[in-house]
């Protein structure tokens, strides 16, 4: 029986895509820049691909931060300092707090009967302003991510530092729910917690035994928790 459940939250609770396309849009205009769709498309694939390579241990998140930018402006042919850039997308980012469709009911919903903790690499202050905008902050346990010790998911370690804090469940006893395959669910299974796996887009078939549940909205979570 399920008594905790770990949540993420960029693209699982609150629509980062949306929020960060506001946020960009807010920036370029800022430095004085032309922003197109073709932008965040830019922005989307060069963010994936750094936060891959955060996963693989490949770079640290201050590399990301220091490079994020500056590959975009390159990739896209603009001249323009990728630092301030930079620093306008994360302080900006705090701002806009756009919620994934039925995440607020969902959280409501869980909350009457489990245990509820955000399981996230995102930076914490950044996490509880957004989460609070969104109305979702009071249902929260607490906020999991460990930035201070430099732990990512999917590392193990990240998630046996969860269950430390989740004193009141054990690891049969706990589920995770996110929308990313490589960090929320292959992280979650290297611990053994239930993964429920929310496929946003409904066109992936995720690896066999990866992922407990699947569902294509956050209302179907309310068919298999």
């Not at 949306?18 to 922005?43: H, Q, R």
């Not at 996490?127 to 999917?154: A, C, H, M, W, Y």
């Not at 969860?162 to 995770?176: F, N, P, Q, V, Y």
């Not at 611990?191 to 909205?217: A, E, H, M, Q």
């Amino acid at each position: 029986m399920i008594k905790a459940v770990l949540l993420d939250v960029d693209n699982t609770l609150l629509d980062f895509n949306k929020s960060a396309a506001e946020t960009i849009k807010s920036a370029f205009s800022e430095l004085g820049l032309k922003y197109s769709e073709g932008v965040f498309d830019v922005f989307l694939r060069t963010n994936d691909e750094l936060w891959r390579k955060i996963e693989e241990k490949e770079i640290t998140r201050a590399e990301l931060h220091r490079d994020r930018w500056n590959i975009i402006f390159d990739r896209l042919g603009v001249n323009a300092d990728g630092a301030e850039m930079e620093r306008l997308f994360l302080s900006g980012l705090e701002n806009y707090a756009i919620p994934v469709e039925g995440a607020l009911d969902t959280v409501k919903y869980l909350s009457g009967k489990y245990k509820l903790y955000t399981a996230s690499n995102a930076p914490y202050a950044q996490q509880v302003k957004r989460l609070t905008l969104s109305g979702i902050l009071p249902f929260i346990e607490k906020i999991l991510n460990f930035e201070d010790q430099g732990i990512n998911k999917p590392q193990k370690r990240f998630f046996e530092e969860c269950l430390k804090t989740i004193s009141s469940a054990t690891r049969e006893e706990t589920a995770i729910i996110g929308d990313s395959l490589s960090a929320d669910m292959a992280g979650g299974k290297s611990v053994g917690i239930t993964t429920v796996w929310f496929n946003r887009g409904g066109s992936v078939n995720p690896p066999s035994g990866l992922c407990d549940y699947t569902v294509n909205s956050l209302a179907e979570i309310k068919t298999v928790l």
